[in-house]
């Protein structure tokens, strides 16, 4: 599983011209999930997403966590963090979950991150989203387990 996290001021998802979610600040959660990938690595990302302190304190460093600082999560599936772009150039996507294994995974995650007390929205499995943000910093992890 891989995620792509990205500290916002504001993110939203919007399907075919509707918006069908939005936080304020927090985190924009990027997730592809992997054939082999199973529950313990959706729990473990979403444990390690929860206490990632990568917000300011007071002083300016990072030392504070989405849960620290009240903040929610935008959890969004993309199984193009699943490509393979090591040969030739185009990605392939042997490696991606299928979707009947894949949206489960994804919804545990968010059912795990909610579970640490963050507010969570999601966008739509398999659905073309138009996904807005305002990039905090810019901040920008990857965590992969």
């Known amino acids: 599983m891989r995620l792509l996290i990205q500290r916002v001021k504001e993110a939203s998802v919007t399907v075919d011209g509707q918006r069908v979610s939005a936080i304020g600040a927090g985190l924009l959660v990027f997730i ?17 997403t929860a206490a990632l302190r990568i917000f300011e304190d007071e ?3 990072m030392n504070l966590s989405v849960k620290d600082t009240g903040g929610s999560a935008l ?7 699943a490509g393979d772009c090591t040969r030739g ?8 979950a299928r979707p009947e294994t894949a949206k489960p995974l994804y919804e545990y995650f968010s ?8 507010e969570v929205q999601n966008g739509i499995f398999q659905a073309d989203m138009a996904v807005g943000l305002i990039n905090d910093g810019p901040v920008t ?4 387990k």
């Open 32 to 48: 592809g999930v992997f054939k082999n990938d199973g529950r313990e690595q959706a729990a473990a990302l979403a444990k390690k």
């Open 59 to 61: 002083a300016g460093k």
């Open 75 to 81: 959890v969004v599936s993309q199984f193009t963090l």
């Open 89 to 96: 150039s185009r990605p392939g996507f042997d490696n991606a």
């Open 111 to 118: 059912e795990c991150l909610r579970a640490e007390g963050i």
């Open 141 to 144: 992890f990857v965590l992969e």
